[in-house]
Nanobody
Framework: QLQFVESGGGLVQPGGSLRLSCTVS????????IGWFRQAPGKEREGVSC????????SYADSVKGRFTISLDNAKNTVDLQMNSLKLEDTGVYYC???????????????????WGQGTQVTVSS
């Protein structure tokens, strides 16, 4: 069973930056996909970004392209999400999740993920 430790959420003004971090333990395979998702009040959970331990493939939601960067440290099983130029609409609970590498080409789809972290709140407000 995977265990997640998420950190880095908080309150930030529009235009500011935050860095989220997620450390995952308990992997039994070397190849896996880690994704970041978010959920705003009253809205469905949406994929933000995802990456693979096996190659350099990354994906981003259109709404965050050019502002967010995902990075994976395989040695530490840690995936970070650097969020710049934050907007009010980026507010929500951010979750990291893990799934099998075979879902890499559709890794922004939450339905493919079996294991989830507890979430960390990101609030963008003036």
């Amino acid at each position: 069973q995977l265990q997640f430790v998420e950190s880095g959420g908080g309150l930030v003004q529009p235009g500011g930056s935050l860095r989220l971090s997620c450390t995952v333990s308990g992997f039994t395979r070397d190849d896996y996909v880690i994704g970041w998702f978010r959920q705003a009040p009253g809205k469905e959970r949406e994929g933000v970004s995802c990456t693979s331990s096996r190659d350099t493939i990354t994906s981003y939601a259109d709404s965050v392209k050019g502002r967010f960067t995902i990075s994976l440290d395989n040695a530490k099983n840690t995936v970070d999400l650097q969020m710049n130029s934050l907007k009010l609409e980026d507010t929500g609970v951010y979750y990291c999740a893990a799934t099998q590498w075979r879902w890499i080409n559709n890794c922004l789809n939450a339905a493919h993920y079996e294991s989830w972290g507890q979430g960390t709140q990101v609030t963008v407000s003036s």
